[in-house]
């Protein structure tokens, strides 16, 4: 599988993937000196699929990626949601130390059942300091199975374990051999869904868009699902500034809201056409987004706002020309400290005027008007 990190693009090799059932959970309990453990048995015979890679793992950043790269790949072929806190997927932590140039693996440990990113994380860098210390006195590592206590943010032994063989692995003999043929397989490789790479390639190559975009946008499902119905519903429109609304003002109202982009009560094509009202200087930025709110809200279209609140951009330059010159009319004492070489108040003046135009001033044009009425007071 390939990940990217700082350090560039690498392969992490998958040793094999198998078929479980699972077996139940065991909650170990040291509570007042009291020790005992609970069994629960509502998960027994739950299909499990789990994936085993090699020893190809370095460091924490290629651990972060790799298990996001992987949780992503399955919730795009739609074999797991991905839902860690609903058990939908778990991580287990094999880690090994070695001195540098050493080419063969020290002795490993497993941390069992992290239910988070950050556990792992967390779980990984306790065990890497604590086999330092172990390493570093002259002892030796013991090959064990390991639990993680998020309160106390550090592991603890649940038992010790010599070899895979331990599992006592062996063949069913009442499980007939099952033979995969090439047509099922390129039957099956032909129905899956684009993989995340894929897509990746495909947003740079075909639209362009900043590779921190393409991120989020492929980390997402949903979100991209709804960035290509956008594409769809307006060709013409350029993808990075739609990507820019969806990331930007989309994201934070659905952050803020709690919502799912695929629960909102718009389209993508009520999205696009908000879009091309602000491209086209029908509305301004800032009114375009308090426009997305209200269609967010409501579930109306960007024309119908924009007609009832009477928020059309005004673009007319006498129109402009006679708010500026009234803002500056007004704030005699800013203008004359702009003149003294206070040229910041040139902001402020900005801000007085566009709200003089309750916010439909077409904000270039205005900031072009300002400065010309602002170098005639200097001149004169």
């Not at 890497?128 to 172990?134: G, L, P, R, V």
């Not at 004359?336 to 904000?363: C, H, S, V």
């Not at 044009?365 to 400065?371: A, C, N, R, V």
């Amino acid at each position: 599988m390939l990940i990217r990190t700082n350090q560039g693009e690498k392969y992490i090799r998958i040793h094999r993937v198998h078929l479980e059932e699972d077996t139940g959970k065991l909650t170990h309990v040291n509570k007042r000196g009291e020790v005992y453990s609970l069994v629960n048995l509502n998960r027994a015979g739950v299909p499990l699929l789990e994936i085993v890679s090699e020893p190809d793992l370095h460091s924490i950043e290629d651990v972060a990626a790799y298990s996001r790269e992987l949780r992503l790949l399955l919730q795009t072929i739609e074999v797991s949601s991905g839902d860690m806190e609903k058990g939908a997927m778990r991580f287990e932590a094999n880690l090994s130390m070695r001195p540098e140039g050493n080419e063969e693996l020290g002795t490993r440990v497993e941390v069992k059942n992290l239910n988070s990113f950050r556990a792992m994380e967390n779980a990984i860098l306790y065990q890497m300091e604590a086999q330092k210390k172990t390493l570093s006195s002259g002892q030796l590592v013991q090959q064990q199975t390991l639990g993680w206590n998020e309160g106390e943010g550090k592991t603890f032994p649940q038992r010790s374990k010599e070899n895979a063989n331990d599992y006592r692995y062996f063949p069913e003999p009442d499980l007939p051999p099952l033979i995969v043929s090439d047509e099922w397989i390129s039957k099956v490789r032909g129905e899956l869904y684009e993989l995340p790479n894929e897509k990746r390639e495909r947003y740079m190559r075909d639209y362009g868009l900043k590779v921190e975009d393409i991120e989020r946008l492929v980390g997402d499902k949903q979100s991209a699902i709804f960035f290509e119905d956008c594409i769809r519903a307006a060709p013409c429109q350029n993808p990075q500034v739609i990507a820019n609304w969806l990331l930007a003002d989309l994201f934070a109202w659905l952050n803020q809201h709690e919502i799912s982009i695929s629960k909102i009560k718009i389209s993508a094509s009520q999205f696009t056409d908000l879009i091309h009202f602000v491209q086209t200087g029908k509305i301004n930025q800032n009114t375009g987004k308090v426009v997305l709110h209200e269609m967010l809200e409501s579930g109306s279209r960007a024309a119908e706002i924009i007609k009832a609140k009477g928020v059309q951009q005004v673009s007319d330059t006498g129109e402009i020309g006679l708010i500026v010159k009234q803002t500056l009319n007004n704030h005699p004492n800013e203008v004359n400290d702009y003149l003294d070489g206070k040229e910041t108040i040139a902001n402020w003046l900005f801000g007085q005027a566009m709200r003089a135009a309750n916010g439909k001033a077409n904000p270039q044009l205005l900031k072009e008007i300002l400065e010309k009425e602002l170098s005639t007071y200097r001149s004169a």
